[in-house]
T-cell receptor, first 111, second 114 residues
Framework: GDSVTQMEGPVTLSEEAFLTINCTYT??????LFWYVQYPGEGLQLLLK?????DKGSNKGFEATYRKETTSFHLEKGSVQVSDSAVYFC??????????FGKGTRLSVIA | EADIYQTPRYLVIGTGKKITLECSQT?????MYWYQQDPGMELHLIHY???????EKGDLSSESTVSRIRTEHFPLTLESARPSHTSQYLC?????????????FGSGTRLTVV
């Protein structure tokens, strides 16, 4: 079945550092790919998504490119802020099936 | 602003009690889902519904049950709560948006069973 593998955390960075969180997937067909963010004590918020190969999703300085050849959707941000501290989930959806999530990566950004 | 509402936000309950977690959405979405988030933060699909009178079990075996009598309402019930049910429960709904599905999540119910 479909699955998502993302790098395990926790990840601790200094403010203004470069962020990469790796995500790879296994799926039949052509899934849509998502990054969700969960701030402490809250639900999930969509950060960005891409629905076809070579699409780049972007939002709030975060970017991820749908790479079909490497089955990857790595999340990047050039300069993180303390307010980016949260848990990040990579996810996919194939056709009519429910979202499948990776295990989540906790990011802590220190001033 | 989320259009999917979960109540209560927090609940502490004794072992053996019956509880119902409420989830409502105002967007008219046919598809709705329940995810259980364990303290280690992993998300597990426990139930989903593709429309009224349709419910399916998810990937993670759960002792909870769900019903879908109205499009907007997808409650989850635990007949007899146990400490192992302590988790955050997230409700979601989705709709097709032309190039793929878009999902909306509620704020969650954090359940503690003592």
């Amino acid at each position: 079945g479909d699955s998502v593998t993302q790098m395990e955390g926790p990840v601790t960075l200094s403010e203004e550092a470069f962020l990469t969180i790796n995500c790879t997937y296994t799926a039949t067909g052509y899934p849509s790919l998502f990054w969700y963010v969960q701030y402490p004590g809250e639900g999930l918020q969509l950060l960005l998504k891409a629905t076809k190969a070579d699409d780049k999703g972007s939002n709030k300085g975060f970017e991820a490119t749908y790479r079909k050849e490497t089955t990857s959707f790595h999340l990047e941000k050039g300069s993180v802020q303390v307010s980016d501290s949260a848990v990040y989930f990579c996810a996919l959806n194939s056709g009519n099936t429910p979202l499948v999530f990776g295990k989540g990566t906790r990011l802590s950004v220190i001033a | 602003e989320a259009d999917i509402y979960q109540t209560p936000r927090y609940l502490v309950i004794g072992t053996g009690k019956k509880i119902t977690l409420e989830c409502s959405q105002t967007m008219g979405h046919d598809k709705m889902y329940w995810y259980q988030q364990d303290p280690g933060m992993e998300l597990h699909l426990i139930h989903y519904s593709y429309g009224v009178n349709s419910t399916e079990k998810g990937d993670l075996s759960s002792e909870s049950t769900v019903s879908r009598i109205r499009t907007e309402h997808f409650p989850l019930t635990l007949e007899s709560a146990r400490p192992s049910h302590t988790s955050q429960y997230l409700c979601a709904s989705s709709e097709y948006q032309g190039t793929g599905y878009g999902y909306t999540f509620g704020s969650g119910t954090r359940l503690t069973v003592v």
